[in-house]
């Protein structure tokens, strides 16, 4: 035990010296970089050299002393290149850094060794700081796992949190003080955005826009709990389509959550039957523009348009309540014949779609490995995920844990586009 003690105070003392061997080495960076820092510092050291210049006239001494004279202008001199070299610590100081390695110990985010992290850089973006900070022994998982004590501690709501350029540099974004997730914001179509492949969801902490891109991430699994919200976000994605003009394809086998506008005849489906058939009108098309594409030659529907100068819609099949559609559970043989074709069909959108502009939302309630077969899952690259009671329930849905620390509000819920970091938002009140 006092061992281990005293092998902790040495790291720590560690730590310690390399922080402030990182300052200095900060700010040589910033004098040798920025022409007022230098312009600052050559004042501070020139005022350096003066003083010591005054002290060593003063302090020449005669007569039998003299002989001490070089060894005290020696002295000063070398307290003048000390002084100088101690000048460039509050050109690489960050303000409060040391105030976060205080609070990350407090609050028990430290490695083995109870090293805390140490920040290494800090920017402004708005209301956003992108705060990086260095430490050994604690992988981005344990980040994770420690979000919210991490916004305790710092009195931040946190953005996101992404691995650096090595295993011992993390990247947080976050937003000092007031949380504006907490706020019930409606939504107003001036904030559609203009782009044909962006659906606006709602506001991260800093109350900045969060969209998902259909052109980017074509196909999604949305997910959550009962009281979540996740239909408000279905109206709201599916009246965003309506205005950019896509062709919307909604399978609804509850029946009562969207209004008469989305039950168009071959467009709406809320049994398995008409569900076949819909899906069979979406393969045609795809084909159809495969077909087109081939024979002029270009790739996507991005590429059609530019060539052509035509326009294309653009093509969305919603799956409202999978787990009604295609949990085999309890059905009879030519029930899971049905599930196994439909699935089929969903798979070849999955698949080629994206090219096409046809992309797919499947949304449940259900967060367990029926809801959702897992050959399409694996086609459903992004992911919207609202509270979950476990982390089992999460795992299913995101892979991991992240959703069961989630609170449990309406309308909040986890983003993931595949870029690496997770964003969590609060959905825009949608009112049909």
Known sequence: SIYMNNNNERLQAETKRRYWWDVYCNGVRHIRGDSKMAGKYMLLCALVAT???????????????SVFNPFVYGTYIVAGVVACAAAVIPFGYIRHSWDYYDDFTRAGIYNSAREAPLLESVT????????????KGYPLEQWEAARTVIESALNVT??????????????????????????????????IDADVTKIVLGINAAGVPVSIDLGKIPHWLLAAATGMGKTKLVQLILHQLTIKGYDIYLADYKGV??????????????????LAAMLDTVLEELNKRRAVFSSIGCANIDEYIRMTGKILPRTMVLLDETSMILDATGRDKDGKATISSLTNKLLQIGRLGRAFGIYLLVATQRTDVNSVPGSLKAQLDGRICGHTADAQSSIVILDDGSASKLPATPGRYIIRNGSGVDEIIQAYNYHQ
Not at 51 to 65: E, F, H, P, T, Y
């Open 158 to 191: 946190i953005i996101s949190i992404a691995q650096g350029s090595s295993n011992r540099l993390f990247r947080l974004s976050v937003v000092p003080g007031r949380n504006l997730l907490n706020s019930n914001i409606p939504w107003s179509d001036t904030y």
């Open 51 to 65: 003083v010591v210049c005054v002290a060593i006239m003063q302090s020449r001494m005669d007569g039998v002393l």
């Open 124 to 135: 402004q973006d708005g209301k956003i700081l992108r705060l990086t900070f260095t430490i």
């Open 257 to 274: 959550d969207f209004g008469v506008k989305y039950r168009q005849q071959g467009h709406y489906a809320d049994n398995d039957t008409a």
